[in-house]
């Protein structure tokens, strides 16, 4: 469902509490599953609000010596010069946003889902954001990076989220996407869509995870960009 050739298991879904009117779809990391992200959404929970954590399928990474885990896409390296998995990208990138489609036949607009992810998913969540036809109610980009960035902004040229809201959040003790990547991407993605609705969170201290102000901020941001309809 939310992979290349390999099947993935159904997302992890944290249901709303009352009618769902918006939903969350969130990514993974690199070699986990949406469990752990559902688990910690059910912390932070919107009533109105369905929250869908699907999970990579399992492939050979490259950069953990090809064995097999959970991945988006395939990554080389870590390095500002590595290759990137163009077609994996860009493959993964449409299966998220058939799961968007899925959401709208289900009967939530796109206007009303939020897209976000963490690290790899985080990364993926950018990129689809930028490339997708579906206008989105926000973004959440955690610990990440912006993929294929050398093919923006041609790519982004006809971007129907150029005001979408972004929060994206790096801590700055991250050992594994440094800090400046998530920098870098901040500056790139505000070249291509609205700066001041982007905004850029940095937790000291914080390594490659997430902390519960971080959880915080995500839960105010979701509020503010998914109100409830009564509200809008």
């Known amino acids: 469902m939310c992979g290349n050739t390999m099947s993935a298991p159904l997302p992890a879904i944290v249901p709303a509490a009352r009618r769902a009117t918006a939903a ?89 889902i939020i897209l976000g992810g963490f690290s790899q998913g985080g990364a993926l969540s950018l990129y689809t954001a930028l490339t997708t036809q579906q206008k989105l109610a926000g973004v959440i980009a955690l610990s990440c990076w912006l993929p294929l960035h050398s093919s923006f902004p041609q790519a982004s040229a006809n971007c129907v989220n150029k005001d979408v809201h972004v929060l994206q959040c790096h801590g700055d003790a991250d050992p594994l996407v440094p800090f400046i990547f998530g920098r870098q991407a901040a500056e790139k993605m505000k070249s291509l869509i609205n700066p001041s609705n982007y905004t850029f969170k940095s937790y000291r201290g914080v390594p490659h995870s997430a902390c519960p102000e971080e959880m915080v901020d995500i839960k105010h941001f979701i509020e503010k960009q998914l109100p409830p309809i009564s509200a809008i």
């Open 24 to 112: 969350v779809i969130f990514l993974h990391g690199l070699g986990d599953t949406g469990h752990g992200w559902a688990e910690a959404f059910t912390g932070i929970r919107i009533p109105h609000v369905k929250y869908i954590c699907p999970h990579a399928p399992t492939m050979p990474v490259s950069l953990n010596m090809r064995m097999s885990m959970p991945s988006w896409f395939d990554i080389y390296g870590l390095s500002p010069d590595a290759g990137e998995d163009e077609s994996g990208i860009k493959r993964a990138s449409e299966n998220i946003k058939a799961l968007i489609d899925q959401e709208v036949k289900n009967g939530i607009p796109s206007h009303r």
